[in-house]
Structure formats: C-alpha cells, structure tokens
C-alpha cells in the first residue's frame, strides 16, 4: 500500500486542504480537531450532556429486529444501552447497490476507527453507527449505478422520502445487470445479495438495510433510520423553536459571511424554515410561514402559528429537517463524537458550529474521510512499465504526454530564451520610436502583439509534433488510466463495487478495511492481489 498527500492528487478543495493542515482562520469553525487524543475529549464531553439512550437503543433494536444480528452486531447494540458507550457516524443517501465505492470507504472507516480505540482504551466504548438517509427526496441522485462502463438505472414515478419508496420495477433493472456479469463465484455472490435485499422487501428502506446488514454484518456495524415517530419525538422543542423563531437560518447566515470573507465557497443555503413536511408517503414539501401563517409548499395545506404546533406535537413523525437541521438530529439522537463524511459534506458543517450551539448541541469531530484508488496486479506492472508515478495516475493522459514530450524534447528548452530575444528585439524598436511620431509606437506595438502570438503557436505544434512522436505510449497511459476510472474523475465516484475484479467478495470487502486508515489524511493507493 501506498499514499499521496491529498494536495497532489488535484481532486481537494483549498477548504479540506487547509482544514487537514488545521490553518488557523478555520479554527472557529469547528470545536475540536479530529487526532486521534481528540476522541477521547470529545467523547467526555457527549457522555456529560447526552440523556436519549433508552429510546434510542429500544429504536435501532426495533428498527433491525427483521435482521438475523451478527455476535458483534448484538454485543454494540448491547453496549449503546451502557452510559460509557459513544458513537461515531457516517451517513449516506440509499444509493441503489450502493452507487459508488466510496461509500464503502466511509463505513470502513467508521468502522475501523471504533476497532482502533476499543483497542487502545477500555475507559470509553466506541460503536460504528450508518445513518440512513431515508427521508431524502431526490430519486434521480441515487436511482443507478454504474457497471463496466453501464448505466443500470431503476426508472419509476416518484416523490416523497426515498425510503418510503416501493421496491416495484426492481427485478427486471437487477435481471438486466445480472445478465451483463459473466456466469462464476462473483455472479452468483451479487444474485444472493439482490435476492435478499432489493428482492425480498417492499420498501427501499428496509432493502437498503438488509443489504448494509449482508455487507457489514460480521465487522458489527449498527444502523439507524432517522424516519421514525419516537425518535423526533426528541426533536419537538429544536423543530419548534425552528418554526416560530428561524433559529438556524440566522446563525448560518452568518457563518456564510465568514467563510465567504475568507474566499470559500458555500455548500448549502438556508431557509427561514429549514423543515419539510409530509403531507404523504409520496410527497415531502417545504415548510414556508408568511405573515404568521405556514404553509406547506405545492399543497393546499395551510396551518395558523397554533395549529403547526399542535400538529409538531401531535404528528412529529410529519416534520423531516432539511440539509441544514438533519445533522443537528443526528447530534441530538446519538452520543456521536465524530462524523465521517466527504469534503463537501465537511464543508457544509463548517456552516454549522454556531447553530449547534445556539441549540445546546455538542459540535462532533469532523472527519475527511478516506479516499483510494484500487489498482489490480496487472495494472500496477503496466503502470511500472510505463514508468507513470503515482501522482501520475491522477492526471490526464494527454497532459502526462506533453510534460514528457516537452522534457525530453531537444528544442522545447531553447523556446523560453528564443521568447526572450524576440520580446528583447521588440522592446530596443520600441525605444528606436520614441524618436520619431506616435503612429510608428502603435505599429510597433501591433507587429509584437501579432509575432507573440504567432510565437504561441509555434509552441503549440511543435509540442503536438512531440506528442505525435509518443502515440504509442500516449495510447497505453490511455488505456490504463482509463480502465482505473481514473480519465475523468475520481475511480472511487465513478466505479461500484460490482465492477472490481474479484472473485470473492468478502475477499474484497476485507482488503479495502485493511486498506483504511482512519487517522491518517492521505490518499490511499493499494493493489488488489488477484485471487479467490
């Protein structure tokens, strides 16, 4: 296995990099960086003010009693009930198989981080929790994967929370997919995790459950579904003081401001209300007050100030937190120390510190995950034969080309100098004209501005010249930065966990945990040995 720093990679925003180098204009942003001597701190802090417990264990056990629980599946959930036990969460949307491997990366390493403190201390248990995002409403962001260059897509109607989605259409875009994957070990494995998932339950909830459960059993990993009437019930007063005094909006409103003056980009905007409401299982609508009436957003639901409070109380289960609030739930309902998330997930909480502590709500650890390329054997020899760096691998093939052409060109060195000599000869005519009228300046000024830029394009074909010399080559970086993912964007969003050569999937799914490093900021490059 071996690394890069994330900066060479090119694929991290100034906000990570400088997030992950702790620059100190960050430094209000969040409570606490996330080393490793953190957790523990963190974790104090939680245990003095966190008092759910009960219901929250009595929830994710009602929630997974379908599930045939692994022995440490049940020794965590055990452990939750106990006053020393934390959590540390990541959460995904219910990407149909999964979507791109990344998403394994991030259970991973919740995962593996929970392992590695457990080991190290017994004064604190650490359980690995995955949060559902089940009342997400946008279909079409996780409706498809990709296989070997395919997109299997699952077309329906929709509206509403995703997880209150029917399983309906999905045997025949899984018949399709199956019928792409070559008759073995690895076909087989996939059809029973289809057959137990997707195919043997009604709602997408309960079948992205089932197949995190199949996945991730046996390394005891906990879920939870933040669609549930007794766990909001904990959110009544936070939806409340949400709905009559906009509480959220005017905190990160202004911590918008701040990472604007200090040139970051914002991730999410808030609203005056940063509710939804279900009026059905089809239809998830915004909340909107005007002039001391709320209304529900595409519907005729109108509610005076009185009347949507009642109902908060009444029917908790009807209001679901936007982009903005579902990590405050989250907060709320667990003992969580930290979050596990991509860099624009971790971009939006920066925009979130000061309305956690506007509601009395412990600020976790916020933690890049981790991001990797998987190379197979195969792949690795082309690249050392090639002779392309690590670094390499995570530029484009025709840019890789140039740079070589251009350092290992003989006249490419001398067009700098030659360059300086024509600007040179340009600047001594310019001086000549100032003897003389106006008018011979300008075409002086003229002719240089032309010969530059007819320069530039001698440049410019003599290093395609150059690159013409190395098609061969050209064409083989193609090729094998292509069959990684890796031409046009990042493998680990593009390729599903389908689409790896493997033959057994456990196999595979234990080299990526072993991959993981939890504590580390850098970008992961390890090989895949080829076998059962």
Known sequence: METISYKDSNYFS???????????????FYQLFPSKNNYIEQAKNKLENYNHREILVKQISQQMQELDLSKKQQKNLKKLGEK??????????????????????KIMQVIKACKELNKEQDEINYVPIFWMAT???DFEEINHFKYNERIIHWSKPYG???????????????????????????????????DQSYLSNDKLTDATRKLVHLLFKDYGLLMIDGD?????????????????????YQHVILQNKKLEELGYSIQVNPREINLFYFPNDNSRERIVEQNG???????????????????????????????????????TILPNVAYIGGGGEIAYWFQLKEMFKSFEIDFPLLVLRNSMLIRTEKQFEKQQKIGLSNEELFLNSLDIIKKRAIDSSKIAPQLPELEKELKSIFDKLENLSELTESSFADMIQAQKTKQLKGFEKVKKRLIHAEVKKNEELLNRIDSLLTCLSQQNGLQERIKN??????????????????????????????????KP
Do not use: C, W
């Open 135 to 137: 009342e997400d409403h």
């Open 160 to 194: 509403g929370p995703v997880g209150r989605l029917s399983t309906d259409g999905l045997q025949e875009v899984f018949d399709y997919f199956l019928m792409l994957i070559p008759n073995g070990n690895k076909k087989e494995q996939l059809k029973e995790l289809i």
């Open 293 to 331: 009436n709320y209304f529900v957003n595409n519907t005729s639901i109108k509610f005076s100030k009185e009347e949507i409070i009642n109902d908060l109380h009444v029917n908790p289960e009807k209001f679901s937190p936007n982009v903005i609030l579902r990590p405050l739930y989250q907060e």
């Open 84 to 105: 020393n036990t934390v959590t540390i969460t990541t959460g995904h949307q219910l990407n149909l198989f999964t979507g791109p491997i990344f998403f394994f990366y």
């Open 497 to 530: 966990f389908s689409d790896f050569d493997y033959v057994n999937l456990q196999y595979f799914i234990d080299f990526i945990y072993d991959s993981i490093q939890p504590f580390a900021f850098e970008f992961i490059i390890n090989t895949l040995d080829e």
């Open 228 to 248: 549930d009437k007794e766990l909001k019930k904990i959110m009544v007063p936070t939806f409340e003081k949400e709905l009559i005094e906009s509480t959220s």
């Open 14 to 28: 100034k906000l990570m990099l400088n997030y992950i180098n702790e620059d100190e204009s960050l430094k209000n």
